[in-house]
Structures are given as structure tokens and as C-alpha cells.
Nanobody
């Protein structure tokens, strides 16, 4: 059974940066597309960023374009979300998600396309 483990959340001030990391236990990440979702109270879970398993294609929600960067290091079996210029509206629980056996340039944009999820990590941005 694959489990995804996230780390890197915390409490920061507006304008600060954080880097989230996600690593799977039980198998390699090297043939999985991956994404970061977030959910805040009273809102639906939304896709923040996604990356193909080759790393060659990336997707960003409009709300984070130019501030967040998704990347992966398949040698380290880790996917990252670098978050810069954080805003209070970025406050949410962030979830890593992955799915395996897709084409190298495939990106999944809906939560239903991901079979594996992390437990979530809280990001709180104070104004």
C-alpha cells in the first residue's frame, strides 16, 4: 500500500515563503504524476499545482501563478511545492496526491484522477 507523506507546513507571515515536500513510502515516485491540492474550512478541495512524472509539464491554478512552483526530484523520490509571497488566503490544509502508470507528460487536474493521497499539512499565513 502506497502512503504519501507531506512535510513543511507551518505558520508564517504574509509575504514569507514555505516549501512543502511529499514522498511516497512503499514505492518509487518516478512513474507517477503528482499534484498539490488545498482545502480551507467551508470550501471545496482545489488543485493548486500538478506535474507530470517526467517533470516536463506543469499546471498552476490562476490564484498561485507566479508565486508557487511545483517540482520533483525523482532521484530523491520527492515532489515539492515552493510557495513564495504567501497571502492569508493561501491558508489551508495542503494535500499531496499521486497516481501511477500514466504517460510521461500526463497531468491529472481533478481529484478523482488521483488514487493516492497524503494526510495533509497545515499552512497558516498571518496578515
Amino acid at each position: 500500500q502506497v502512503q504519501l507523506v507531506e512535510s513543511g507546513g507551518g505558520l508564517v507571515q504574509a509575504g514569507d515563503s514555505l516549501r512543502l515536500s511529499c514522498a511516497p513510502s512503499g514505492r518509487t515516485f518516478s512513474n507517477a504524476c503528482a499534484g498539490w491540492f488545498r482545502q480551507s474550512p467551508g470550501k471545496e478541495r482545489e488543485l493548486v499545482a500538478a506535474i507530470s512524472w517526467s517533470g516536463g509539464r506543469r499546471y498552476y491554478a490562476d490564484s498561485v501563478k507566479g508565486r508557487f512552483t511545483i517540482s520533483r526530484d525523482n532521484a530523491k523520490n520527492t515532489v515539492y511545492l515552493q510557495m513564495n509571497s504567501l497571502k492569508p488566503e493561501d491558508t489551508a490544509v495542503y494535500y499531496c496526491a499521486a497516481d501511477f502508470y500514466h504517460a510521461p507528460e500526463f497531468i491529472a487536474k481533478s481529484s478523482g484522477e488521483y488514487a493516492y493521497w497524503g494526510q495533509g499539512t497545515q499552512v497558516t499565513v498571518a496578515s
